[in-house]
């Protein structure tokens, strides 16, 4: 059974830092992309970041790229989001979600049921 189950998510006030979760289960996740998309009330869910299966390559969004920082530990079957400085405008669901490639949603194959990220002013 596939599975990714998000963690970390909550209220934290602006400039405040959040780690996200992600656990992986079900298939062979190492051959595949992991990103982290985000959807806040109202607005299409958009690509945060991105890391290719190697962990080689990583991907950011320009709204968060030098606070954001996505790793993988393959041993463990985690992937993370390093949230910094944190805004009003990073608060949304954020959704882990496995494909072949890092791309646009409708390219990931797998999805978790999201976390909420709430950024108090």
């Known amino acids: 059974q596939v599975q990714l189950v998000e963690s970390g998510g909550g209220l934290v006030q602006s400039g405040g830092s959040l780690t996200l979760s992600c656990a992986v289960s079900?298939?062979?996740?190492?051959?595949?992309?992991i990103a982290w998309f985000r959807q806040a009330p109202g607005m299409e869910r958009e690509a945060a970041s991105c890391i290719t299966d190697t962990g080689a390559i990583t991907y950011y969004a320009n709204s968060v790229k030098g606070r954001f920082t996505i790793s993988r530990d393959d041993a463990k079957n985690m992937v993370y989001l390093k949230m910094n400085n944190l805004q009003p405008n990073d608060t949304a669901v954020y959704y882990c979600?496995?494909?072949?490639?890092?791309?646009?949603?409708?390219?990931?194959?797998?999805w978790g049921k999201g976390a909420l990220v709430t950024v108090s002013a």
């Open positions: 979600a496995a494909g072949l490639m890092c791309g646009a949603p409708d390219g990931m194959d797998y």
């Open positions: 079900g298939f062979n996740w190492e051959y595949y992309a």
